[in-house]
């Protein structure tokens, strides 16, 4: 609920309540567990579904991937979901698993601080105060919008905006806009802008790789059959899942697999783009897969529209009502549209978390995120990371890989419980291993190969992408290992109150 302190006491804080925080919810209701909280600072559930409302916000996952294994949905209306369809999905899993009594909205997670000599989260919230014996971050990786430092950007006088924060309540129509990059979101948001502004400037840094988007309709016959014969939908989401599994041995040991992709990319290109020049501009010098490879089939169409420039020669400035680009042209604008991405390296939700040592983990970091499975992290005790430093995939779905933390953090309560353990803390050794095991598997990655992405943290390291196959790290993350981890016995209840 809104506005309510959250309790006081509870087995389990969960930070986030999109695919991360409500699946981990959900889980432990099914495991029997009921004493947890999950904190939310949104006014309602759904995570980035809810955060960004973009015109043509869509997921570029299939719709039979894009949903909890153990939450089926076989109404889908579309191929890929839609922003509006996946917030539905949210809010009915939360209904439908009996979790929403947990959830505390406009809730926001202010400071935890792990406290040694009672052996739990102090944690400060928008909301009130409240101490968890374990505290799982589900704050999602692109969360935090990314705004850039342009030279005189606070003399704008006129509307700006992230897509993440989509001014809703402003009329695009006529206006003269800019948006500011080509990346997922850009290639969604402008097609759909389109009709209604008076002129558009799209602000090229990079030009990313697009293929054709497949998405189609999913009909009324199709949705019954799914709904009267589960098993059909089971064999169609195996098969999609393991046809994108078939990415990985190019993305993640040799490029040079994925020659096929630049070649329909390329295809693509030359089938929508007449004109040479405007070619060779939207034509990358990198890799295929060295950044997000980007569905869409109305994108080049959009670029060739009447009323539509592409600048590729960077910002110098911006004025009270216009940008000057890296030539020296002065383009009059209405609005600005951010559509800069995020920067997942450095989430925000690290400088409130304060380990056995009293230091954030922003502190640790220092802008290089390592853990062991991408989710423990040494110096932390009893912490959980949802979506942490390398988990993130260029070719499948992150529902897979969250189940699979999932599953990994009721296996270390339910091991916590019968080794009678306090606390659990992952061994450094164990942590130092794993990350020099999956920065030797990234070194000959695609995602490694020269370009600049937000695969690569600020000491050039790549410390978002899993270098694998799926079904590994679900192997991996299927039990809690107590050798890999310090156990320490629960604090006496006598002794954690006279601290108190």
């Known amino acids: 609920m809104a506005g309510v302190p959250p309790p006081a006491e509870t087995d389990v804080a969960i930070v986030g309540a999109g695919f991360g925080g409500l699946g981990m919810a959900i889980q432990l209701k099914r495991a029997g567990r009921d ?54 999905y949210l809010h009915d899993c939360a209904r439908r698993f009996g979790v929403q009594p947990h959830i505390e909205l406009e809730c926001e997670l202010l400071d935890a601080a792990w406290d040694p000599d009672r052996g739990r989260w102090d944690i400060e919230t928008s909301s009130g105060r409240l101490s968890a ?6 704050p999602g990786l692109l969360s935090e919008p990314c705004v850039p430092d342009l030279p005189g950007l606070d003399r704008f006088e006129g509307t700006t905006f992230h897509t993440a924060n989509w001014n809703r309540d402003y009329d695009l129509t006529g206006r003269r806009v800019a948006v500011l990059g080509t990346g997922a979101s850009a290639v969604q948001v402008v097609p759909s802008i389109l009709e209604r502004v008076g002129r558009l400037f799209v602000f090229q840094r990079t030009p990313p790789w697009v293929i054709p988007h497949l998405d189609h309709p999913v009909g009324p016959r199709l949705q019954r059959l799914y709904e009267r014969a589960p098993a059909v939908q089971r064999m169609v989401r195996a098969t999609i899942w393991s046809l994108h599994e078939l990415l990985v041995p190019g993305m993640a040991r040799d490029p040079r697999l994925l020659k096929g992709h630049e070649l329909l990319a390329r295809a693509n290109m030359r089938r929508s783009i007449r004109d040479p020049e405007l070619r060779r501009r939207l034509t990358p010098d990198y890799a295929i897969g060295c950044k997000r490879i980007l569905l869409s089939s109305d994108w080049y169409p959009a670029i060739t529209s009447p009323g539509v420039e592409l600048v590729t020669s960077g910002i110098r400035e911006v004025r009270e009502s216009s940008i000057v680009d890296g030539e020296g042209a002065e383009h009059e604008l209405d609005t600005i549209v951010f559509a800069t991405g995020f920067v997942p390296s450095d989430p925000p939700i690290a400088r409130r978390l304060r380990g056995r040592e009293g ?12 853990a062991f499975l991408g989710t423990t992290v040494t110096g932390f005790p009893n912490l959980f990371l949802f979506y942490g430093p390398n988990t993130n995939l260029g070719h499948n779905s992150i529902i897979y890989m969250l189940e699979s933390q999932m599953t990994y953090v009721l296996s270390a309560l339910d091991a916590m419980d019968e080794l009678g353990a306090g606390c659990v803390e992952v061994r450094p ?36 992408q899993w270098p694998g196959f799926t079904f590994e790290y679900r192997r991996r993350t299927r039990r809690f290992e107590a050798a890999d981890y310090r156990l320490s016995p629960p604090v006496p209840a006598a002794a954690a109150a006279a601290v108190g």
Request: aromatic share 12%; hydrophobic share 35%; glycine share 6%.
């Open 35 to 88: 004493d947890f909280v999950v904190l939310e600072r949104a006014a309602d559930v759904g995570g980035t579904w809810w955060a960004n409302t973009y015109p043509g916000c869509q997921c570029d996952i299939p719709s039979n991937l894009y949903s909890f294994s153990f939450a089926r949905k076989s109404d889908w209306t579309t191929a890929y979901p839609m922003r509006d369809q996946i917030l539905e």
């Open 133 to 138: 014996r374990v505290l799982v971050a589900a």
């Open 359 to 370: 230091g954030t983990l922003s502190e640790t970091w220092r802008g290089s995120p390592q």
């Open 429 to 464: 050794q164990v942590q130092d291993a794993f990350n020099e095991e999956m920065q030797e598997r990234l070194r000959d990655s695609v995602w490694n190969s020269g370009c600049s992405s937000w695969y690569l943290d600020r000491s050039g390291r790549n410390s978002i």
